[in-house]
């Protein structure tokens, strides 16, 4: 069973070694999407902050779904850490 | 040395914080409310204001903080934010076509269009986005401080 999962991890990290062997340069835009939100942020949503219409225009299912996370683990912690009793 | 509970730190600790606390708030709701315009937004600025909170629960102890603002107080803060969120997605359908499309962009509600390229930066834009960071800036504000003051609770009662 260890040498199983030896063996898989191994050929895991090679593979993730690989795919950052063949990833594009850095700061070089692969694709029209870049230039796509520089172009069109400000007029389609009016924020000068390109980052920020990401995250919550084009990307606002991802935002939800963070602050789902953090709804979540936050009523974690509260049910964990509930005082028994508090008001006797 | 401390208060009558045997709580905080020395008197000079509490001072300055509590003359710092409105400080840190008001540049929380700057980075929340230009998150549209400049680096931050609802998630930095609320860590920010988090942290305001946390430094009043070293300062003046648990017990003080929770005496003030409970964690049950903080955390429905933390839901009104949440349902502030989730509701102006879902106001989407009706003003247009989609849920979280940005219906605002274009009316007098920070609606404004920027020109083009670098600007001085004008607040009255973003259509939807000041309003999501603010509600996103809530949830964090209310939970992350509504975390610690839990664990701090915890930990006092243990002694």
Do not use: C, W
């Amino acid at each position: 069973m260890r040498k199983i999962a030896a063996i898989v991890f191994v050929a895991f990290f090679a593979f993730l070694l690989l795919a950052a062997y063949d990833m594009h340069d850095f700061g070089a835009p692969p694709s029209a999407m870049d230039d796509y939100v520089i172009e069109n942020t400000q007029n389609e949503t009016g924020a000068n902050n390109a980052v920020t219409a990401v995250v919550f225009d084009y990307r606002g299912y991802d935002t939800l779904g963070e602050a789902t996370v953090l709804f979540t683990a936050i009523a974690g912690v509260m049910v964990v850490l509930r005082r028994r009793g508090k008001n006797e | 040395m401390s208060d009558e509970n045997g709580e905080g730190l020395s008197p000079i600790v509490k001072v300055i914080s509590s003359m710092l606390f409105p400080f840190i708030m008001i540049f929380s709701f700057y980075v929340i409310m230009h998150g549209h315009l400049t680096p931050g937004g609802g998630f930095q600025g609320g860590a920010i204001g988090a942290s305001a909170v946390v430094m009043l629960i070293v300062a003046f102890g648990a017990r003080h903080t929770e005496r003030r603002a409970g964690e049950e107080k903080l955390s429905a803060f933390e839901s009104i934010g949440g349902t502030v969120f989730v509701v102006v997605a879902l106001f989407g359908f009706i003003m247009a076509a989609t849920f979280m499309s940005n219906f605002l962009v274009g009316t007098s509600v920070f609606g404004e269009i920027p020109p083009f390229g670098s600007n001085p930066g004008i607040l009255n834009t973003g259509g939807i986005l000041p309003i999501l960071n603010f509600a996103v800036g809530m949830k964090v504000i209310g939970g992350l401080s509504a975390v610690v003051l839990a664990m701090a609770l915890v930990s006092r009662e243990d002694d």
